[in-house]
């Protein structure tokens, strides 16, 4: 599936969010997918007895509670069903009996059925509509209609159902028989899915949640029994279950082979501290040739996703949650994501940088990409650039990964490299995290796209380095160095955010970088030290809530620091050069300032770049193009990976 899309209202939708759709060839064994449901179906989701109980002491306070949890409980009794096979209604005569890919469940009734739907149908009239009373009375009739006809009990439901074989070993076996079927019943189509619009984002999730339910049922429920299977006749059609895809068939396969592979088990290992301390660079005295920042330049994301945006997507998996909430836990109120490749972002920036700086692709000595959301490897994202912009031959150019610490790192490495070349260096930090979310709600909520490019240049002699001060640092307990992974198998290879840890490593680095920068002294030898010279700090873009939380116990006060997330997420590498063009895009920078600029992230990274920035070297021009415009990207750009090889080597 897409990562997103525009539907038919120009609203942005995330199909995987509505549409369950596990990748099988993560899973090893059935505890790997064992742990996987428990997580996003049963942890989530209410048993029908559950649903009864929470009747019966008045818990729901609103339709939309009540409505809500039907919901979560159909998606629970589906957990198999929607996520590894597709249900398909067959003639018993047409059902083959010997083979191992084809299943039809043994059913066990749902214990209390009439009960349960009963106390449902009495108690919905009776509570409040939570917003429009019309809108969430048409979904309740496609939630009632698949809850209220459901015949089987889904407590016991396991992933490798029985094939024909088992249901025939005991003649009283039960399977759900259907009456009538008619293979023009009503489902609703992907686009009818995806285009569905209410003013209330809760209940377009939960309206598109319906259609979904409903489409696992498509027969006319009613008219479905459960009857043993020596009852069934040639004639009368019962559900089949097949494999959805192959690589649900070859999970199949391994489970039942037993031929799942054994991993090895690690051992955390004791932590040991450095032998001594690492010494900041100091760039006026530790390098010959000094670096001056020519040009900065932006590549926002061309799509808003606001925090409606989200509500409106809400997964199945996902806890409650408002975009009022999601504001609060993280500051952020939208977030950008492009339609373009990330190399096509990246590359938009680096020509605006160019430009800006008035460099020439002849007078390149190095392209440098800092990234941690690369999926093509070869050739890299550097060295497509290099081409990209005409460059016959750099001295290097290659990507470098150093998730958010990626600026500082590149700035280190631009630094250095500008000693050997003494001619322009073009640092890009660039990150697309839009197609590598998922439904996972935590990412979803934080991550945003963009790109920044930077050139880097040799001051003129005499002059002071507008790059002062590095560090970079890694590691950490091993907690901390996997606080954040993608591909993570356990979260269907989706990036994944374990907030504790990142919250622990980023106060952990803060506190040393400020300690550093406490004991550094003011290059222009006016303030007492280096961190009183700080005239704004650039923080990395992670969380606003996190960083203001920790920077106060740190003890800077808030109006020292400048954020640009509320708008455009958590951009990794590429937040704090975004944040500095949109400083003075904004108006926060006027005038030369010395800015601090402290990163950390994934794999337990850090770093900082003491700079002055002078808000003349800002390229401020339309940083947001749509991907339809062709000035920003030639049209040779704009070619898939998989180039025609006559056509590259011709």
């Known amino acids: 599936m897409r ?8 609203k942005i939708i995330f199909p995987t969010n509505c549409f369950p759709d596990l990748d ?3 899973f090893e064994s059935l505890q790997q997918l064992d742990a996987v449901i428990q997580r996003d ?23 939309f509670e009540l409505m809500r949890d039907m919901a979560l409980n159909l998606f629970w009794a589906n957990r198999y069903a929607m996520t590894m096979y597709d249900v398909r209604p067959t003639r018993w005569a047409d059902v083959p009996r010997h083979r191992d890919d084809i299943f039809v469940p043994i059913q066990t009734p749902w214990t209390d059925r009439e009960t349960k739907v009963s106390a449902v149908c009495s108690a919905y009239p009776n509570l409040p509509a939570q917003w429009d009373a019309d809108v969430e009375d048409r979904i309740f009739e496609n939630l009632v209609d698949v809850f209220g006809h459901r015949r089987t009990h889904a407590t016991k439901l396991t992933a490798v159902l029985p ?4 249901l025939l070993s005991d003649p009283d076996n039960q399977t759900l028989r259907l009456n009538r079927y008619d293979p023009d019943f009503r489902r609703y189509s992907y686009d009818e899915i995806v285009d569905c619009d209410e003013d209330v984002p809760e209940l377009e999730a939960l309206h598109r949640w319906s259609m979904v339910l409903h489409n696992q049922y498509p027969w006319a429920r009613s008219e479905a029994a459960l009857v043993a299977v020596e009852e069934l006749r040639h004639d009368d059609y019962v559900v089949v279950f097949h494999p959805r895809d192959r690589e649900v068939q070859r999970f199949l396969s391994r489970v039942t082979s037993g031929r ?20 900041a660079l100091d760039v006026r005295n530790d390098f010959a040739v000094q670096p001056r920042i020519a040009a900065i330049a932006a590549a926002h994301g061309d799509q808003v996703c606001t925090n409606a945006d989200l509500i409106r997507n809400s997964a199945y998996n996902w806890s409650p949650m408002s975009a009022q909430e999601i504001r609060a836990k993280t500051g952020i109120e939208q977030r950008r ?15 605006s940088a160019l430009a800006h700086a008035q460099v020439g692709p002849d007078q390149v000595g ?3 990409v800092c990234t941690c959301t690369s999926s093509q490897l070869i050739p890299s994202i550097a060295t497509w650039i290099s081409g990209a912009l005409g460059i016959q031959q750099t001295h290097c150019s290659f990507d470098l990964l150093a998730a958010c610490a990626g600026l500082s790192y590149g700035l280190a490495e631009a630094t250095r490299v500008l000693q050997l070349v003494r001619r322009p260096v073009v640092v890009v930090c660039a990150e697309k995290f839009s197609d590598k979310i998922g439904n996972v709600r935590t990412s979803r909520m934080i991550f945003g796209d963009g790109a920044a490019a930077i050139v880097i240049d040799v001051a003129p002699q005499g002059a002071p380095p507008d790059i002062e001060y590095m560090q970079t640092y890694a590691s950490g307990p091993t907690s901390q160095v996997n606080s954040i992974l993608w591909p993570n198998p356990a979260f269907d290879n989706n990036i994944t955010v374990f907030g504790p840890e990142v919250k622990a490593l980023a106060g952990r680095y803060l506190s040393q970088m400020l300690d550093d920068i406490r004991a550094l002294p003011d290059p222009d030898g006016i303030a007492e030290s280096l961190l009183a010279s700080i005239e704004l700090i650039v923080p990395h873009q992670a969380n606003k809530t996190m960083v203001v939380d920790l920077a106060t116990a740190a003890g800077l006060s808030p109006d020292q620091l400048y954020f640009n997330i509320e708008r455009v997420g958590n951009a990794s590498s590429a937040s704090i050069p975004l944040a500095i063009h949109d400083a003075v895009r904004d108006r926060v920078i006027t005038k030369p300032t010395r800015i601090f600029g402290p990163g950390f992230g994934a794999g337990a990274v850090a770093g900082y770049a003491v700079m002055r920035i002078d808000p003349a070297v800002i390229a401020l021009g339309d940083e947001s193009a749509s991907p339809g415009e062709s000035a920003a990207v030639p049209a040779s750009s704009t070619r898939p990976a998989g180039v025609d090889l006559a056509e590259a080597f011709g």
């Open 3 to 10: 990562a997103f899309e525009l539907n038919k209202h120009g």
């Open 24 to 26: 099988f060839s993560a």
């Open 41 to 63: 179906f049963d942890a989530k989701a209410p048993t029908g007895t559950d649903i009864l109980e929470r009747i019966k002491t008045g818990a729901y306070q609103t339709k």
């Open 163 to 166: 094939t024909v074989s088992d």
């Open 260 to 279: 799942t592979p054994k991993k090895p088990v690690s051992t955390a290992p004791e932590i040991s501290a450095p032998i001594r301390p690492y010494p």
């Open 337 to 351: 994501y492009t339609s373009w490749r990330l190399e096509e972002l990246a590359l938009r920036a680096a020509r």
């Open 366 to 368: 190095a392209v440098i």
